[in-house]
């Protein structure tokens, strides 16, 4: 009991209250109340799934904005978390505006307890965009964790943890969003965010522990930090394998989702950004490879998808068999991890050019021919 209380001192971290739309509004639930409690409808399936997406945000220049039609793009985002029925979901880049337009969804409204509101009551959303977890399942713990001195970036974008039960067995998520950019510094910060959350989720009494988001992970090299923290990549688990089909997983493609070009001229790089991550030793296995989700597009004929990054799900199952991953992606990610750091082939110069032809796109797109 000491060394869990030291874990969590030593992260940085709050309490939060959960909300749960009562018939009328979206209203505060006691935590304490919560323990052993099943969901409102109980789950038909013996399986939880896990999903998340960051979902690109509606704050932004008013070129970004004509490119990403963000109106659209939530409405289709309603129907799509409806059509995906996670169990427990983590969005990205959670704007007031796309929440608004979530929480008014009757699906929501029926099927989920959430973590914050637009007027931000547990101040998760202090900045542009932040973190949210939607669970069909009572959340009996609660949290959102805070930034370290120095991390200014985090201030908007708070990691969020959500503690559950299913058949028997606690769960703790944490959907996080660590800083962005390819650069040496901020790799070295993404792998400290990464670490200080997992340590928290350890401190937490639960047979599962999971880390997923957008986190940023733009070197190869940063899969490293996947063995050093204990962890299993859920991706590279389920297709990096002798029996996997080798599937790279890219969740920001340039290649295959034409918007991003159309809003980041010159962009032209395919990563794996978004992550499910498992602490080893869990007692739920994936049910079948994880997957994408929200990677249709909203309007082919206009270059809209639902967001600039694919989204990931991954259906689990209790097992008594503990989740300890294979051998080979266990090598083959820290094959990756003694990478010289890929250079970016994004630059300054190649924006100003694109941006250039660009601009005719933006024009007809402002005038209705784009």
């Not at 206009?302 to 991954?314: E, T």
């Not at 082939?345 to 209705?368: E, I, K």
């Amino acid at each position: 009991a000491s060394r869990v209380a030291a874990c969590m001192m030593e992260v940085p971290h709050r309490t939060i209250t959960p909300l749960r739309w009562n018939g009328c509004s979206w209203c505060s639930v006691d935590l304490r109340a919560q323990q052993g409690l099943v969901a409102d409808a109980p789950l038909s399936s013996e399986e939880f799934r896990l999903a998340t997406l960051n979902i690109l945000t509606d704050i932004c220049p008013w070129p970004v904005r004509l490119a990403i039609a963000s109106q659209a793009r939530f409405e289709a985002l309603v129907v799509e978390v409806a059509r995906l029925d996670a169990t427990v979901l983590g969005l990205n880049e959670v704007s007031q505006t796309s929440l608004q337009a979530l929480l008014a969804s009757e699906f929501v409204r029926a099927n989920y307890y959430v973590t914050e509101l637009p007027h931000n009551v547990n101040t998760t959303l202090n900045g542009p965009h932040g973190c949210v977890l939607f669970s069909k399942l009572p959340f009996e713990e609660c949290y959102a964790l805070e930034p370290f001195e120095g991390e200014h970036q985090q201030r908007s974008r708070k990691p969020v943890v959500g503690v559950v039960a299913f058949r028997g067995c606690r769960m703790a998520v944490c959907s996080m969003h660590t800083v962005a950019h390819q650069t040496p510094e901020n790799m070295a910060l993404r792998a400290r965010q990464i670490g200080r959350a997992v340590t928290f989720l350890r401190s937490l009494d639960a047979q599962g522990h999971f880390v997923m988001g957008d986190l940023n992970m733009h070197y190869l090299a940063e899969d490293a930090l996947i063995g050093a923290n204990g962890l299993l990549d859920c991706w590279a688990e389920t297709h990096f394998g002798r029996d996997g089909d080798g599937d790279p997983g890219f969740t920001f493609d340039a290649l295959t989702n034409p918007m991003i070009p159309h809003y980041i001229p010159g962009e032209t790089r395919r990563m794996r950004l978004d992550r499910i991550l498992c602490c080893a030793g869990a007692a739920f296995t994936p049910a079948r490879p994880c997957s994408f989700w929200g990677h249709a597009a909203v309007d082919r004929a206009s270059d809209l998808y639902l967001s600039d990054h694919f989204g990931l799900v991954l259906d689990l199952v209790h097992s008594n068999q503990k989740f300890e991953g294979s051998a080979d992606v266990r090598q083959a990610l820290e094959a990756n991890g003694r990478r010289k750091l890929d250079p970016n082939p994004f630059s300054a110069g190649r924006f100003v050019l694109a941006l250039l032809c660009h601009s005719v796109w933006l024009a007809r797109r402002a005038v209705g021919l784009a």
